[in-house]
């Protein structure tokens, strides 16, 4: 049996944060944060499984997606990061 899998889930403009204030939001591309999740991953014995959309309907299909599959051998654990989406009204 493999490591156990978790889902992560990247929101809307995660796709451009090496465009985005360093200050802020730390510099690292999409590629270079996922990076550094995955060896976090694996110094949990975790698998990781990385997503990421602008598209709120996207986003809402991948989350279903997941819960079809955990009984299944999908994703054990999930972890959202929806970015901009949790400043909005």
């Known amino acids: 049996m493999g490591r156990p899998l978790v889902a ?6 995660f796709d451009v944060l090496e465009l985005r204030d360093p200050a802020t939001y730390g510099g690292l591309t999409l590629g270079e944060l996922e990076r550094q999740i995955e060896a976090f ?3 949990l014995d975790l698998a990781v ?3 990421q959309t602008n598209s709120e ?6 989350l279903h997606r ?11 654990g999930l972890i959202l990061n929806p970015g901009a989406w949790t400043l909005y009204a």
Do not use: D, K, M, W
């Open 8 to 13: 992560v889930l990247h929101g809307v403009n």
């Open 41 to 43: 991953a694996a110094e």
């Open 49 to 51: 499984s990385c997503f």
């Open 57 to 62: 309907a996207s986003y809402v299909t991948e």
């Open 66 to 76: 997941i819960a079809r599959a955990r009984g299944r051998g999908g994703p054990q």
